[in-house]
T-cell receptor, first 114, second 126 residues
């Protein structure tokens, strides 16, 4: 089955700077890659997603890139703000699951320093 | 956006008792729901896939007799933790997707792969 690796596990950046989180996946047949933001004690919230027919997608300060050849995808947050502090999870679809379940990375705890 | 609810939000129980958690899809009828468990400072681990009208599919290492799943209607899936022990204390979250909406439900709200999560249930077993 699919395996998703994520790094770094923790990331601290100065407010206003950019943050980058990277993930790799194992199965080249995966075709859907969502990113979730989770605040303490709350549900994961989808912040952006990308499909394998697209190399890059941007939504205001958030962008995601996908390199299918290398099986890498990354989340970029620019002009970081204190409210960006949270745990971020990447995920990939499991192409062999009849229910198209998604597999999560291990998470990155992002802290924004004032 | 799509709304998935869970009940209860928090539960504290004694060791050996059983606890039932409900997951409801409010905006569409869902033939498939997913149940996750999340330990503190860890990722979401898929426990099982709940299928309306049929048996759930469990992930490797998850005891199906301990974590009973019932998906008797298109809007409700339940997870029962039987004979709970302190090591079962965790955050349990369900999810579903418009991709799994059955015919006759409301219009899907987003791309078919988007998973919407319930608010989670924090289980503490004493």
């Amino acid at each position: 089955g699919e395996n998703v690796e994520q790094h770094p596990s923790t990331l601290s950046v100065q407010e206003g700077d950019s943050a980058v989180i990277k993930c790799t996946y194992s199965d080249s047949a995966s075709n859907y890659f969502p990113w979730y933001k989770q605040e303490l004690g709350k549900r994961p919230q989808l912040i952006i997603d990308i499909r394998s027919n697209v190399g890059e997608k941007k939504d205001q300060r958030i962008a995601v890139t996908l390199n299918k050849t290398a099986k890498h995808f990354s989340l970029h947050i620019t002009e970081t703000q204190p409210e960006d502090s949270a745990v971020y999870f990447c995920a990939a679809s499991d192409p062999y699951s009849s229910a198209s379940k998604i597999i999560f990375g291990s998470g990155t705890r992002l802290s924004i320093r004032p | 956006g799509a709304v998935v609810s869970q009940h209860p939000s928090r539960v504290i129980c004694k060791s050996g008792t059983s606890v039932k958690i409900e997951c409801r899809s409010l905006d569409f009828q869902a033939t498939t729901m997913f149940w996750y468990r999340q330990f503190p400072k860890q990722s979401l681990m898929l426990m099982a896939t709940s299928n309306e009208g049929s048996k759930a599919t469990y992930e490797q290492g998850v005891e199906k007799d301990k974590f009973l799943i019932n998906h008797a209607s298109l809007t409700l899936s339940t997870l029962t933790v039987t004979s709970a022990h302190p090591e079962d204390s965790s955050f349990y979250i369900c999810s579903t997707s418009p991709a799994y909406a059955s015919g006759g439900g409301k219009t899907p709200l987003a791309s078919t792969d988007t998973q919407y999560f319930g608010p989670g249930t924090r289980l503490t077993v004493l």
